[in-house]
């Protein structure tokens, strides 16, 4: 699976985003998928995953209610729709995918992953 996202850029604080992540390979329907970012200084965490199916979700507590993740299987796509954003949250943000992942499973650990994007810096101006 390769995976490319995009969509990052430079927004004001209380801003909107939406990144995509665009998977090739027949796997992406068997995977589960996860959002990740990773601050200047900081280790990379968590932000959202979201199930096979797109029927389960799972959210980072800090963007609980603002940030929405979903995923269309038949353009092998997944993406993160991120409002009200916080100048803290200026990060590389990274997809990567779990094709081990059983249908309702939404991984929260990076070591559950196999694959991995480049990255789209989110930039959030105070």
């Known amino acids: 699976v390769q995976l490319q996202a995009s969509g990052g850029g430079l927004v004001q604080a209380g801003g909107s985003l939406r990144l995509s992540c665009a998977a090739s390979?027949?796997?992406?329907?068997?995977?589960?998928m996860g959002w990740f970012r990773q601050a200047p200084g900081k280790e990379r965490e968590i932000v959202a995953a979201i199930s096979r199916s797109g029927l389960s979700t799972y959210y980072a507590d800090s963007v609980k209610g603002r940030f929405t993740a979903s995923r269309d299987n038949a353009k092998n796509t997944v993406y993160l729709q991120m409002n009200n954003l916080k100048p803290e949250e200026t990060a590389v943000y990274y997809c990567?995918?779990?094709?081990?992942?059983?249908?309702?499973?939404?991984?929260?650990?990076?070591?559950?992953?196999?694959?991995w994007g480049q990255g789209t810096l989110v930039t959030v101006s105070s």
């Open positions: 390979g027949r796997t992406f329907s068997r995977s589960a």
């Open positions: 990567a995918a779990d094709p081990q992942a059983i249908l309702t499973s939404v991984p929260k650990f990076a070591t559950s992953y196999d694959y």
